[in-house]
């Protein structure tokens, strides 16, 4: 039997990319999107070979791949160094533009240019190294969002040490658990971060962590907030203490094209994090054009993504994608609403952000907010927005199109993964007319597929099924860290030689990819298997709510009934009235297969602490389970789920 996944939502807005912007953007011609992603299919190698060569190589690659399912090799034999390519490479040219622009949540700002980042890196890397850290060492991450991460991600991949940034909001035990699974022997760690208003204490975090993972020889410990905290002597180091005596002339080194760059944790929404390992040739490459071209990078930008180093989009988008284009990124350290809902609109007229690249979640909790935060602001720098992380739903795009981009910044949806390193599918801005919901278009190099259960791919358009890439790109993780058995077992074992995503999609006529949602949380109603992703957009499409997650309950007769977690927007109270109005709502949107069978109003809804919902959690709530099972560790406030579970 072939399960087959049935599209519902309707959606037939079309927005063309603005003719101001197409102007003077790198690419403006359909037409030579489709000779490049055609000469990037029939010949790879020559297309990254090309790509790569742009880049700077301390000994040429043999071959450019070399692929055995699933094992892939990029420039094979070639010798490089992420962090020359960040910096080194850019110092003729824009030595004194402006490489990272931080902003703290206080309202403190610092401005780091190509040739300051490139002596800090030289001086830390010179620090990692009289810690007695070598080529392959780990090194672990764990700051806020400041300079000072940067800097020490691109002086571990200076020397060739593998850093793995775990993200500041996490706990002693989430720390101490990706310490003991990377085998790390350094932590990286400051006093204390700033997060709404308050300190958020990370030595005090990583004392109770070390405790219970004692691998780690040194820590390093920048001073951000001025917090009272202990020092181990021998052990702990302040940062700038051994910057102050370190040498800023550090070469960098040649390394293999495959030496591993990085491990980053996966963001645990379906079950246990995946410790993902990217290594540096084909992520360089890879990120580096996909920065260029999605975000049609060009050298006046000032580009501000706000995500944090702990995510993947902060690692290829915040700090090496930006750099490696000699771009200058805008680092936020707080909340995008602290200590007021217009606090993200006001940094980005302060700096004269060009291209702002957020989530989903941070624009429904925009919208929830209202509008008269950003009108209070000019927002006249912006030229391109971007999006990632979950689906977007049509409401918040076109919300994001018109109230921040005022109709004049084309809007990408970019789909992609830890595991793919860069972005898979979008439109290109320039290019692509762009279509609510729907993330667009394969990137160049990339060859998904949507096929049923048995592999078989669907046969008419529009028809859901499983999202799978048909062949390796240069940015593709290598392994799960420590355990190929999960790195095989997750991502080849369900379609032999071929990338499972986990993720369930449809494409259109034009060849438009949708995001149904995760493949795990797949609804099953009377035979009928609904991705939750449209189920939700047509809640959200209601004039009253604000955020959506809907789930299957068992059921005796249905198979799977569905559980609308329905959050409202400001200065509207839920009531029967309104959840009968919903479930008409859904009926007449999506049709009658799609009703909820219940709706439940929530505060909030349970999210990682990269701001996606876990359905997973909603599902066992709504079963009425009390023992919540299953890894929880990047849960972002527990009482949500507490409060849920009471039924509140
Ligand atoms: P885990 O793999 O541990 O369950 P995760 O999948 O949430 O966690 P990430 O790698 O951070 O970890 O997220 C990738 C997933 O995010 C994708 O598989 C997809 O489900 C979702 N996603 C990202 N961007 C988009 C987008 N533009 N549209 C739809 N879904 C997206
Ligand atoms: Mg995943």
């Not at 939750?532 to 249905?558: F, R």
């Not at 919902?613 to 919540?628: K, N, S, V, Y």
Request: net charge negative.
């Amino acid at each position: 039997m072939t399960e087959k996944l049935e599209a519902v939502l309707k959606e037939d807005r079309v927005f063309e990319p603005p003719e101001s912007f197409r102007r003077s953007a790198r690419l403006s011609d359909p037409a030579q999107y489709e000779a490049l992603y055609r000469q990037s299919l029939d010949d790879p190698e020559a297309f990254w070979g090309r790509v790569a060569s742009e880049l700077h190589w301390f000994k040429p690659w043999e071959r450019v791949l070399e692929w055995e399912a699933p094992n892939a090799r990029w420039f094979v034999g070639g010798r490089t160094n992420l962090a020359y390519n960040a910096l080194d490479r850019h110092l003729a040219a824009r030595r004194t533009k402006a490489a990272i622009v931080f902003e703290g949540e206080p309202g403190d700002s610092q401005v780091l240019t190509y040739h300051d980042l490139h002596r800090e890196v030289s001086k830390f890397a010179n620090v990692l190294k009289g810690l007695g850290v070598k080529a392959g060492d780990r090194v672990t991450i764990y700051l806020p969002m400041i300079p000072e991460a940067a800097v020490a991600m691109l002086a571990c991949a200076r020397i060739g040490a593998i850093h793995s940034v775990v993200f500041g909001g996490f706990s002693a035990s989430a720390l101490a658990d990706r310490i003991k699974d990377a085998q790390a022997s350094v932590l990286i760690t400051a006093d204390g971060g700033y997060r709404r208003g308050s300190v958020v204490p990370l030595k005090n975090n990583a004392d109770e962590a070390l405790a219970d993972a004692p691998g780690i020889q040194s820590v390093v410990v920048v001073r951000r907030t001025g917090e009272d905290i202990s020092m181990q002597p021998g052990r702990d180091h302040w940062y700038h203490e051994l910057m102050q005596n370190a040498s800023d002339v550090c070469p960098a080194e040649p390394l293999d094209a495959e030496h591993p760059l990085f491990i980053l944790y996966t963001s645990g929404s379906t079950g246990k994090p995946k410790g993902v390992m990217h290594t540096t040739g084909g992520y360089q490459t890879y990120v580096y054009l996909t920065a260029q071209y999605v975000f049609d990078l060009q050298e006046q930008d000032t580009y501000f993504c706000t995500a944090d180093v702990g995510w993947v989009t902060g690692h290829s988008y915040v700090v090496y994608g930006p750099l490696l284009n000699g771009a200058t990124t805008v680092m936020y350290e707080g909340a995008p609403n602290w200590p007021d809902p217009g606090r993200i609109w006001q940094v980005i007229d302060k700096y004269g952000v060009s291209v702002l690249y957020t989530a989903p979640t941070a624009i429904r909790a925009f919208m929830k907010a209202g509008e008269q935060w950003p009108l209070k602001a000019r927002l006249e720098s912006l030229r391109l927005l971007g999006t990632v992380g979950e689906p977007i739903n049509p409401e918040a795009w076109v919300w994001y199109y018109n109230v921040i981009g005022k109709g004049r910044c084309p809007v990408v949806d970019t789909w992609w993964q830890t595991e793919t390193g860069g972005i898979m599918i979008t439109t290109l801005p320039g290019v692509h007319p762009m279509k609510p919901g729907h993330a667009g278009k394969p990137f160049f190099g990339v060859e998904p597929a949507i096929v049923d259960a048995s592999g078989q791919p669907v046969s008419n358009p529009d028809e859901g099924g499983h999202l799978i890439i048909r062949r390796p790109w240069p940015s593709m993780l290598r392994t799960v860290w420590g355990d190929p058995q999960r790195y095989f077992n997750q991502y080849w074992s369900q379609y032999p030689g071929n990338y499972f995503t986990g993720d369930g999609a449809r494409r259109d006529a034009d060849g438009y990819y949708l995001i149904m949602g995760r493949v795990d949380d797949v609804l099953n109603v009377s035979g009928h298997r609904l991705g939750t992703m449209e189920v939700e957009s047509a809640l959200v499409s209601h004039p009253a709510v604000a955020e959506s997650a809907v789930v299957g309950k068992p059921d005796p007769v249905k198979g799977e009934s569905i559980v609308a977690f329905v959050t409202l927007k400001a200065g509207r109270a839920g009531s029967d009235a309104l959840k009968g109005e919903l479930k008409a709502h859904v009926a007449k949107v999506i049709g009658a297969i799609a009703r909820p069978d219940e709706i439940r109003f929530t505060d909030a809804l349970p999210k990682t602490r990269s701001g996606k919902i876990m359905r997973r959690l909603l599902r066992q709530i709504a079963a009425g389970e009390t023992d919540i099972k299953g890894d929880t560790s990047t849960l972002e406030d527990r009482a949500v789920v507490e409060k849920l579970k009471a039924g509140e």
